[in-house]
Each structure stands twice: as structure tokens, then as C-alpha cells.
């Protein structure tokens, strides 16, 4: 199709030839065959600001590649780069041993042969719907209809009257929301809509309390609860049985699978409800929900995404935000107790 559509183009320019100056010696048949075919076309779409520079046909600034394909794909690419095994041969000899009437067989050599493979990131898991025997680099886009193994093949799951999207992230489960409960996991009510110095008091008594960011109730969608940490601690526990807070080491380990742009991976991206700044390729989809300070005051909203771990460091406790422009996640053990946080919950093991 495009060679044919460089033909009518070619003679588009011809009929409009009286916008340009062309020397009244130039003679159409460029290769001298006697026909005027597409390389004299395209020797006339020259004059015009237009070349082929690759001799395919079409004119270059309508070719995908001016060039050539390489075995990967790229244009002007240089070939497969990986080096990987193909095949290992293992060389065995045998021996009849004659007075017990036997064969000996032994390995004598072996030998491996290596081959150059192309960079084809994909899901390698065999057990996910979109699995692709061809790749040789995890890209963590693997899906499952029914949902992972790793989360029991489970997509949502229901607490406390909100069904909560789940998302596996190497071996761990996580819920891919901000929790937005009100009660412990045994049906006690946590303490809500407290004004700022009931929510600053409530460090004398370790009592649990929870908020929606500026005590408006239309944030709840979009950004779940913010609990102080003496909610995160309490028996009752904020996660449903099955499910916790996690841990300190739990959430390292969650960054370290997704390298050194996990906070741009665990983001939600332009594309998502709520929107952030983040590629959101890992599934964990967090948002900027913001904090609510230890004297009660809410700040960060729309930029920072505070998130609990179930973790003691002294009289404060580790959190991790991510943040607005930023693609790392940031780790403190300094966050008061006080503060108000988002949550989420991740499976037992």
C-alpha cells in the first residue's frame, strides 16, 4: 500500500511542478531503463525535499524505518545482545566389564552452547493467562482471570461491607486500596470525626482513631481512612483474619522486588480514579491520600501517599510515603504515633 500511495503522491507533486523551479534538462528516466517507474519517481520526489535514502520504495518521510529491521525488531538495531544458554551436550562412554557381565557408563565431557538472544521482557510465570514462552525478563505484567496463585486465585476480597481489589506483587498479596474501615476485624468501632485536639489527645489513652482526609466525606472513594498507629497496633487488629498490617521488612521487600523506581511503579498513573504521577505497572495503585498530623491538622493531600507498617522503632513507629515528581519511596522511623496514615493490608504467608 505505501508504495502504491508514493506513486499517486510522486505524481501529485508532478501536476503542482509549477511551484518549483526544475532545470528544463532534467530528464525523468533516472536509471535509463526507457520506463518511468518508482525509483525515477522517487529520484523526482528529490527535487522536493524527499529521498529514499534506503532504497525500499518509500519515500522516507513516510518509511517506519529508514534502514533495516534487525532480528529484534529495531530499526538500525544491533541484533540480539543477551547472551544465554542454548543447548548443553553431556558426552558419555561405556565400558563392558565382561567377568560380571555389565555395562559401565560414564561422562567423559561436556560442552554448552551459547547463543545471543534479543531483549523480550514479558510475563514468565506459566500459570498466568498471559504467559510468553518466548521471554527471558520479568516484567511483572503478569494477570490471572481468576486472580494469582499467590493471592489463592482470588481478584477482590469483601471486609467489612467494601470488596477491596487484591493485587500479587512477587510473592506477596497486597489489597490494591486504601482501607476505609471503621471497625476492628472482631466488629468494635474505631473512633472517628474527631476534632483536632480530641485527635491529639488520644495519645494519652493509646486509643485507635481514624479520619477521612479533612473530615470530608467525599474523599472516602478515593482515598480510604487515615489511622494513627494506635490503631495500627491494637489486638483487634485493622486487617480482616487471613490479612495484617505490614511489617517494616514486608514493605522493604516489596521495594526491593520493584528496584530503584518502585515509588513511579507504585503510583497511580494519569490514566487512573484517582489520578497521580506513577506508571501504576506494579498494580499496587496507591494515591496521594495525605496525612493528618499529631496535632489533627491534614496536610499533603493530592501530593504525598502515607502508608503505615505494623512496625515499632522506639516511641515512633516505620512508615513509607511516596511522593509527587518523585519515583523512589522514602522509608522513616521517626513518624509519631499520632499521625495519621494510610493502610493497607497484606496476606499471611
Not at 476492628?184 to 481514624?210: C, F, M, V
Amino acid at each position: 500500500m505505501k508504495r502504491i500511495l508514493v506513486m499517486f503522491c510522486a505524481v501529485a507533486v508532478v501536476m503542482n511542478a509549477n511551484a518549483q523551479e526544475v532545470s528544463a534538462t532534467y530528464d525523468p528516466d533516472v536509471d535509463g531503463d526507457n520506463n518511468i517507474g518508482v525509483t525515477d519517481l522517487l529520484a523526482l520526489l528529490s527535487l522536493f525535499s524527499e529521498n529514499d535514502l534506503d532504497d525500499d520504495g518509500i519515500w522516507d518521510s513516510q518509511d517506519d524505518c529508514v534502514g533495516a529491521y534487525d532480528e529484534c525488531g529495531v530499526c538500525n538495531g544491533p541484533g540480539p545482545q543477551i547472551l544465554g544458554i542454548d543447548t548443553i551436550i553431556v558426552y558419555y562412554d561405556s565400558l563392558y566389564a565382561e567377568a560380571i557381565d555389565e555395562w559401565w557408563v560414564f561422562e567423559v565431557d561436556s560442552d554448552t552452547l551459547l547463543t545471543y538472544l534479543c531483549e523480550n521482557p514479558g510475563c514468565m510465570d506459566p500459570t498466568a493467562d498471559n504467559y510468553d514462552p518466548y521471554a527471558i525478563e520479568e516484567d511483572n505484567s503478569c494477570f490471572w482471570t481468576e486472580g494469582s496463585p499467590v493471592c489463592d486465585f482470588q481478584n477482590t476480597y469483601t471486609f467489612d461491607g467494601y470488596t477491596y481489589e487484591l493485587i500479587a506483587i512477587g510473592d506477596q498479596c497486597w489489597f490494591a486500596e486504601n482501607l476505609r474501615t471503621e471497625h476492628y476485624a472482631n466488629g468494635d468501632a474505631i473512633p472517628g470525626e474527631l476534632s483536632n485536639s480530641e485527635w491529639w489527645n488520644a495519645d494519652d489513652t493509646n486509643l485507635g482513631a481514624q479520619a477521612v482526609y479533612n473530615n470530608d466525606a467525599s474523599n472516602l472513594a478515593d482515598y480510604g481512612r487515615l489511622y494513627n498507629w494506635y490503631a495500627v497496633d491494637d489486638a483487634r487488629s485493622l486487617c480482616p483474619s487471613g490479612w495484617h498490617v505490614p511489617t517494616d521488612v514486608e514493605y522493604t521487600e516489596l521495594t526491593d522486588f520493584l528496584g530503584g523506581s518502585a515509588g513511579t511503579q507504585m503510583k497511580s498513573s494519569p490514566s487512573d480514579n484517582p489520578a497521580w504521577d506513577g506508571t501504576n505497572t506494579s498494580g499496587f495503585s496507591a494515591v496521594a491520600g495525605g496525612c493528618r498530623s499529631s496535632d489533627g491538622g491534614f496536610y499533603d493531600g493530592g501530593s504525598v501517599g502515607c502508608f503505615w507498617s505494623s512496625s515499632p522503632n522506639g516511641t515512633n513507629a516505620w512508615f513509607r510515603e511516596l511522593s509527587s515528581g518523585d519515583s523512589g519511596v522514602y522509608r522513616s522511623g521517626i513518624y509519631n504515633l499520632r499521625v495519621g496514615g494510610s493502610v493497607r493490608c497484606v496476606r499471611d504467608e
